[in-house]
């Protein structure tokens, strides 16, 4: 396995990140399989395990936590927070008062005294990001956290909290964790740049497109996974299309599809590491199959006639950061007596 630097932070982290948001209740409910995987990935060499305590409200991370007993300090250890952990209103966002309960929680759950990477799952639009900022970096100079990163920042929001930073002397965003694969290519026009600008690590998740290029989504042809049934995207004509012309094309490299799709998510020079996030030990042992994989510069340009460079194929992924003026019709609306001109 070879190793990359995490943005500007010296780290040297691994070109594929162990993701463990299918261990636990909503993938494997097993806990000693899950932490099979967790030490399988980590003896081929993957030294990066990506967590969030939202997966399976906490159970991702207290399984992580038992799986690293004894190889703590040979791991970098990241985890996110923002989501609802419970009912309560306060337990979730990027709030002074819930960062400080939830990497404590955290903390807790992973068995550890510090966090070498730890996100803002998603934007917090009701938070000011000098708040944001000013409790992680509360956070690094206590040494429970080693660095901060964002996760689905829109580039702009990114600039935003550079700034935000070195005007206020306040820790800036270390990395940033945004989507990415052969069938959503939307950052490269610019997210992948501005982390590149700013020093940035990018880590990106869902290189498989949620498992749409794994080979088992075909047109018109049934499939047994899972999330077929859950998401819109895997109906999504333009996407299946594009998975029709990409099939021969791995085919002619000699490639399973995982293989092409992973390839080219770790080909991009603005891209560090991709998230790897196997429910069971066949996945993982398929995806290290093709860790040594490199595409050919005929490859990628065949792949970029497929679908063009900055460009997201088909229906929005609603697991990515949608700003609220794309989910609030009446951000997008004056009043009805004041649209018209005269």
């Known amino acids: 396995m070879q190793y990359r630097v ?21 993938g494997n409910t097993d806990h ?4 099979r995987i967790v030490h399988r990935a980590l003896d081929a060499g993957i030294n990066f395990v990506d967590t969030a305590d939202r997966y399976s409200q906490g159970e991702s991370e207290e399984i992580v936590g038992k799986a690293l007993k004894g190889r703590r300090d040979d791991v970098v250890l990241a985890t996110k927070f923002w989501g609802p952990m419970g009912e309560d209103p306060n337990r979730q966002g990027g709030s002074r008062r819930w960062i400080i309960t939830a990497v404590e ?24 990001i000098e708040e ?45 964790q945004p989507t990415y694969s052969i069938l959503n290519r939307g950052i490269e026009a610019e997210v992948l740049p501005v982390a590149q ?16 290029l794994t080979g088992r989504i075909r047109k018109g042809q049934q499939t047994d996974l899972r999330r077929a049934a859950i998401f819109d995207s895997f109906t999504d004509e333009h996407r299946l299309d594009v998975i029709e012309r990409l099939v021969p ?10 293989h092409l799709a992973m390839a080219f998510a770790i080909a991009h020079p603005g891209v560090t590491s991709a998230i790897i996030g196997p429910r069971t030990m066949d996945h993982l042992d398929d995806l290290l199959a093709g860790a040594e ?15 063009p ?28 007596t004041e649209r018209a001109a005269s």
């Open 105 to 128: 929680d955290s903390l807790r759950r992973l068995q550890t005294d510090h966090l070498d990477l730890y996100q803002l799952h998603r934007p917090d639009p009701d938070t000011d």
């Open 249 to 258: 094309l791995a085919e002619e490299a000699g490639l399973p599809m995982t």
């Open 132 to 176: 944001t900022l000013s409790a992680l970096s509360d956070l690094v100079r206590s040494g429970k956290v080693r660095a901060i990163g964002s996760s689905a920042m829109p580039a702009s929001d990114i600039v935003e909290a550079q700034w935000v930073a070195q005007r206020r002397g306040l820790q800036p965003f270390r990395t940033e």
């Open 6 to 26: 995490l943005g500007r932070t010296g780290i040297k982290v691994s070109p594929y990140a162990l993701g463990t948001m299918m261990l636990g209740a909503i």
């Open 293 to 307: 994989v490199t595409l050919t510069d005929e490859i990628l340009d065949r792949i970029d006639e497929i679908v």
């Open 32 to 35: 000693e399989d899950s932490i």
């Open 197 to 212: 600008r700013y020093g940035m690590g990018t880590l990106v998740w869902s290189p498989l497109a949620k498992g749409m």
């Open 309 to 336: 460079p900055g460009t997201d194929i088909g229906v929005p992924d609603l697991s990515a950061y949608l700003p609220p003026a794309l989910q609030n019709p009446g951000l997008r609306r004056r009043p009805a």
